[in-house]
């Protein structure tokens, strides 16, 4: 069985990658160590305008968190392709974690962090899905709904 690269399944999927995400404040998107690259916490934006503002489970329905899940993700890849000129140097996504801004009674964290797990899952496949750890915070930087931290190990 021939493995499918993650570019070819972008194009398969008809995924649209942003534009790699610009920083809100003094750091950088993404670094390198070793065979790691670690990018900074992704937020819900194209081309540095948020797409969504509140929190989930109280101003944002379920199904709004998860696309905005998805959408922090994608700028993720974005900035991953950015740094490594092909997301095809991937060889595995070595984490995941999904931070949600929600009400102390919020419980659907799993089904909202589902639209990041499962964007990388079409691009990536099941073979590459990552670990991953869902947290829900009482707020994150700008207001906005979450945050994503993929921690991702490639190819030289």
């Not at 989930?56 to 379920?62: A, K, P, R």
């Not at 990041?116 to 899905?129: H, N, P, T």
């Amino acid at each position: 069985m021939v493995a499918v690269s993650a570019e070819a399944r972008i194009l398969e999927t008809s995924l649209v990658l942003p534009p790699p995400p610009t920083p809100f404040g003094a750091y950088v998107e993404a670094v390198q160590v070793g065979s790691l690259l670690l990018l900074s916490g992704m937020l819900p934006v194209v081309g540095h305008a948020p797409q969504y503002i509140g929190r989930i489970g109280s101003e944002l329905s379920v199904a709004e968190g998860y696309d905005a899940a998805r959408t922090a993700c994608l700028s993720g890849l974005a900035a991953a392709r950015a740094h490594l000129g092909s997301l095809d140097r991937i060889r595995t996504i070595a984490k995941l974690g999904v931070y949600i801004a929600a009400p102390d009674d919020f419980r659907e964290h799993p089904k909202v962090a589902d639209g990041a797990s499962e964007m990388l899952l079409s691009v990536f496949g099941q073979s590459r899905l990552p670990p991953r750890i869902v947290l829900g915070v009482s707020s994150i930087p700008l207001g906005m709904p979450l945050e994503v931290e993929l921690v991702l190990d490639i190819n030289p």
